[in-house]
C-alpha cells in the first residue's frame, strides 16, 4: 500500500464541508417566477409510436376526447393499428352499471375502420334494446377480417332467459353473414354466454370456419352435430373446447346427453385438443356426466360436487390434466383422489378448497402421482391429521415425494 494515500481526517472533514456548500448551492428551489420561465413540454411533438400506446390504454370515450387536443393526436387516433382489438359495451342505464360505448361513435368505428378489426367482443345487459343493437352491429361488420369474436353477456339472468326477440337471432342472419365473410380468418370464437345463438347458428360457424382453433361455449349449445362437424375432414384441428355448464335453476334445467360416439370422433380428429369444462351445477343436476369416457383434460367444479361424481370423473376421465374442486361436502374424498391418481396418468395440477382429506390418502395420492405434480394448491384446513401424520408431518412427506418445498395454502392460488 502506498504511504501518503489517505488525508488526515482534518483535510476530509474540510472537504466534506465544502462538498455540501457546492450541492446546497446546485439544490436551491427555484422560486414561482422561475418556475414560470420553465419551457412546458411540447405533447403536440410526442412520436406517434407513443401516442398509439397511450391511446391504447384509454377507454374509447376518453380516446376520442384526446384525439380533439391537436391534429397529430387526431391522425393517431385513425391509424389502422387502433381499431384491430375493440370491445362495444352495449348497455342500457337502467339495467346495467357499466357505461355503454355511444351510439354516434359505434357509426364512426364502423363507418371507418370495419375493414381493420381483427378482434371484436361484444359486452351485453339484458335488455332487449342491447340485444337488438348488438344484432344491428354484427350485420354491419360484413368486411372484417376477424380472428377472434366474443359474444359475452354481463347480466344475471342472461340474454338466454328472455323471450325471443323476433326477427332479430344473432345468429340468424347477423352471425351467419358475418361468419360467412369471415370463413378464412376466424380463429377463435367465444360464445360461453351469449344471447340467442342456436345450436344451428355455432354449427353454421362450425361448417364455414375451417381456421377456427378455439372454440368457447355453453353447454346448451353443444351436440353431437356439432362435434361431428368440428371433426369432419375439411375442418382443422382444434386447440381449445371450452365449456361453461351453468345451472341458473337448482333442479330446473335439463341437461342433455352427448354421445360417446360423438365426442370419440371429435378426438379422433383432434387428438391433441384441450377440452376444458366449468361446471357450476347443483348435485341433482350431475347425472347426464360422466357415465362414460369423456376426453376432458381440465375439469373445474364452481360449486359443491358429490363423492359419487368426484369417483366417476375418476373412472371416466383418462386426460385429464387440471382438477379443481371448490368445495364438497363433510365426506373425506380419500377413496377418490386415490382412485383419480391411479386412473388419470396425465394429472399434473391439483386444486382443492372446502374439502375433507385424510393426511394419509393424500400423501398416498400424491406419492401415486410424483413428481409431475407441478401445481399443488391445497388450503390448509382441507387436512384431516390421522395417527399416521400430523399437519406439521406432512409439509415433509409431500414434498419428499414432489421432490420439491410444499406446504398447505392458506388461500388457494386458483
Given at each position: 500500500m502506498k504511504r501518503g494515500g489517505r488525508k488526515s481526517n482534518k483535510a476530509s472533514n474540510q472537504l466534506s464541508d465544502e462538498e455540501n456548500t457546492i450541492d446546497d448551492k446546485k439544490m436551491k428551489i427555484p422560486d414561482e417566477e422561475s418556475i414560470?420561465?420553465?419551457?412546458?413540454?411540447?405533447?403536440?411533438n410526442l412520436i406517434p409510436e407513443i401516442v398509439l400506446h397511450i391511446f391504447q390504454h384509454l377507454p374509447l370515450?376518453?380516446?376520442?376526447?384526446?384525439?380533439?387536443?391537436?391534429?397529430?393526436?387526431?391522425?393517431?387516433?385513425?391509424?389502422?393499428?387502433?381499431?384491430r382489438c375493440f370491445e362495444f359495451e352495449l348497455n342500457q342505464p337502467a339495467t346495467s352499471y357499466l357505461k355503454a360505448t355511444h351510439p354516434e361513435l359505434i357509426k364512426q368505428i364502423i363507418k371507418r375502420h370495419s375493414n381493420h378489426l381483427q378482434y371484436v367482443?361484444?359486452?351485453?345487459?339484458?335488455?332487449?334494446?342491447?340485444?337488438?343493437?348488438?344484432?344491428?352491429?354484427?350485420?354491419?361488420?360484413v368486411n372484417c377480417s376477424l380472428k377472434t369474436l366474443g359474444l359475452i353477456s354481463t347480466a344475471r339472468p342472461s340474454f338466454m332467459d328472455l323471450p325471443k326477440i323476433d326477427d332479430t337471432p344473432v345468429d340468424d342472419p347477423s352471425l351467419k353473414v358475418l361468419v360467412a365473410n369471415n370463413s378464412d380468418t376466424l380463429k377463435l370464437l367465444k360464445m360461453s354466454s351469449c344471447p340467442h345463438v342456436s345450436p344451428a347458428g355455432i354449427l353454421c360457424v362450425a361448417d364455414q370456419c375451417h381456421g377456427l382453433r378455439e372454440l368457447a361455449l355453453n353447454y346448451h349449445l353443444l351436440s353431437d352435430d356439432l362435434l361431428l362437424a368440428l371433426s369432419s375432414e375439411?375442418?382443422?384441428?382444434?386447440?381449445h373446447l371450452r365449456i361453461d355448464v351453468v345451472s341458473e335453476n337448482p333442479g330446473q334445467t335439463h341437461f342433455h346427453k352427448i354421445e360417446k360416439s360423438s365426442w370419440d370422433a371429435f378426438i379422433k380428429h383432434s387428438p391433441k385438443v384441450n377440452l376444458v369444462m366449468y361446471f357450476f351445477l347443483y348435485e341433482e343436476e350431475f347425472d347426464p356426466f360422466f357415465r362414460y369416457e369423456t376426453?376432458?383434460?381440465?375439469?373445474?367444479?364452481?360449486?359443491?360436487?358429490?363423492?359419487?361424481?368426484?369417483?366417476?370423473?375418476g373412472m371416466t376421465c383418462p386426460r385429464l390434466v387440471e382438477l379443481v374442486v371448490c368445495a364438497n361436502g363433510l365426506r373425506p374424498l380419500d377413496e377418490e383422489l386415490i382412485c383419480i391418481a391411479e386412473h388419470c396418468k396425465n394429472l399434473s395440477a391439483v386444486g382443492l378448497g372446502e374439502c375433507e382429506v385424510s393426511c394419509s390418502a393424500f400423501v398416498e395420492f400424491v406419492k401415486m402421482c410424483g413428481g409431475r405434480l407441478s401445481?399443488?394448491?391445497?388450503?390448509?384446513?382441507?387436512?384431516?391429521?390421522?395417527?399416521?401424520?400430523s399437519l406439521e408431518q406432512?409439509?415433509?412427506?409431500?414434498?419428499?415425494?414432489?421432490?420439491?418445498?410444499?406446504?398447505?395454502d392458506m388461500m388457494p392460488t386458483w
Amino acid at each position: 500500500m502506498k504511504r501518503g494515500g489517505r488525508k488526515s481526517n482534518k483535510a476530509s472533514n474540510q472537504l466534506s464541508d465544502e462538498e455540501n456548500t457546492i450541492d446546497d448551492k446546485k439544490m436551491k428551489i427555484p422560486d414561482e417566477e422561475s418556475i414560470r420561465d420553465i419551457p412546458s413540454a411540447d405533447w403536440g411533438n410526442l412520436i406517434p409510436e407513443i401516442v398509439l400506446h397511450i391511446f391504447q390504454h384509454l377507454p374509447l370515450l376518453d380516446r376520442a376526447h384526446a384525439s380533439q387536443v391537436c391534429r397529430r393526436w387526431n391522425q393517431v387516433f385513425h391509424m389502422p393499428e387502433l381499431w384491430r382489438c375493440f370491445e362495444f359495451e352495449l348497455n342500457q342505464p337502467a339495467t346495467s352499471y357499466l357505461k355503454a360505448t355511444h351510439p354516434e361513435l359505434i357509426k364512426q368505428i364502423i363507418k371507418r375502420h370495419s375493414n381493420h378489426l381483427q378482434y371484436v367482443s361484444f359486452k351485453v345487459d339484458s335488455s332487449k334494446e342491447s340485444a337488438e343493437a348488438a344484432c344491428d352491429i354484427l350485420s354491419q361488420l360484413v368486411n372484417c377480417s376477424l380472428k377472434t369474436l366474443g359474444l359475452i353477456s354481463t347480466a344475471r339472468p342472461s340474454f338466454m332467459d328472455l323471450p325471443k326477440i323476433d326477427d332479430t337471432p344473432v345468429d340468424d342472419p347477423s352471425l351467419k353473414v358475418l361468419v360467412a365473410n369471415n370463413s378464412d380468418t376466424l380463429k377463435l370464437l367465444k360464445m360461453s354466454s351469449c344471447p340467442h345463438v342456436s345450436p344451428a347458428g355455432i354449427l353454421c360457424v362450425a361448417d364455414q370456419c375451417h381456421g377456427l382453433r378455439e372454440l368457447a361455449l355453453n353447454y346448451h349449445l353443444l351436440s353431437d352435430d356439432l362435434l361431428l362437424a368440428l371433426s369432419s375432414e375439411k375442418h382443422v384441428r382444434l386447440e381449445h373446447l371450452r365449456i361453461d355448464v351453468v345451472s341458473e335453476n337448482p333442479g330446473q334445467t335439463h341437461f342433455h346427453k352427448i354421445e360417446k360416439s360423438s365426442w370419440d370422433a371429435f378426438i379422433k380428429h383432434s387428438p391433441k385438443v384441450n377440452l376444458v369444462m366449468y361446471f357450476f351445477l347443483y348435485e341433482e343436476e350431475f347425472d347426464p356426466f360422466f357415465r362414460y369416457e369423456t376426453p376432458v383434460t381440465h375439469l373445474y367444479f364452481g360449486r359443491s360436487v358429490s363423492k359419487e361424481v368426484l369417483g366417476r370423473v375418476g373412472m371416466t376421465c383418462p386426460r385429464l390434466v387440471e382438477l379443481v374442486v371448490c368445495a364438497n361436502g363433510l365426506r373425506p374424498l380419500d377413496e377418490e383422489l386415490i382412485c383419480i391418481a391411479e386412473h388419470c396418468k396425465n394429472l399434473s395440477a391439483v386444486g382443492l378448497g372446502e374439502c375433507e382429506v385424510s393426511c394419509s390418502a393424500f400423501v398416498e395420492f400424491v406419492k401415486m402421482c410424483g413428481g409431475r405434480l407441478s401445481q399443488l394448491s391445497i388450503m390448509e384446513e382441507v387436512l384431516i391429521p390421522d395417527q399416521k401424520y400430523s399437519l406439521e408431518q406432512i409439509h415433509w412427506e409431500v414434498s419428499k415425494h414432489l421432490g420439491r418445498v410444499w406446504f398447505p395454502d392458506m388461500m388457494p392460488t386458483w
